[in-house]
């Protein structure tokens, strides 16, 4: 559960801190909103790389020589090892964004990040560690969302966040792997027995020829879930 606290003109962030693969995929997205929202993220992702140094440019004009003959002027480039305003900038953003991402992690994953010295290096380290990858990974989920069982009695907001984020997961790793009628169709097989007359009483039906219509009832079906599960605990 996170939360959003805002004082004293101030945007103060709270959410689950990473702990890892389990809870990477949710605490990624709310990073992203909180570094977009600071204006950060485009440091994370490496599109503002670090600025140039500057370069001095230095011209010799030589003597003349011995039949009095003007040389050509000698040029040098000279890269300042100073950093410039530009680059002061830079660093004081990125560590800025650096610090976000590590005050909300746990400590086991803090050590994976601990010497970084960017934020999009501490970024890819935290993905490539902790998000799930490759064929194997895949399999995996796919086997997770596909085969899970609601248990009775079980939260059905918390075990939708689940699904969900599975379903989120797979995408990820293989893009449109997985369509929303997919995941609501899923979602009410996942269901326990005992919901076998909400469950068959359910048209699945779906206009595929109109997103509108669709994306509408998607949500309706999973309104009618909650309203149900709702009932069943009043």
Known sequence: MSDTNMSSGTSVYRISPLHGTENFNTWRIQMQDILTDLDLMDYVTGVKKFPPYDIKTDIHTPPKDENGKQPADVITHTTSTVMNEDQKTWSKADRKALSQIRLRVDAHALTHIQSCDTSKAAWDLLTNTFQVQGTVGLIDLR???????????????????????????????????????????????????????FTQSIDFNFDFSDTN????????????????AHRRHS
């Open 143 to 197: 086997r997770k969302f596909f085969s899970h069982r609601m248990a009775d009695g079980e939260d059905v907001e918390e075990h939708m966040r689940k699904m969900r984020d599975w379903f989120q997961q797979i995408n990820i790793i293989s893009p449109a792997a997985i369509t929303e009628v997919d995941w609501i169709t899923t979602l009410v097989a996942s269901l326990p027995d005992t919901w076998d007359a």
């Open 213 to 228: 219509l669709l994306s509408s009832k998607i949500s309706d079906l999973r309104a009618r879930i909650l309203a149900e």
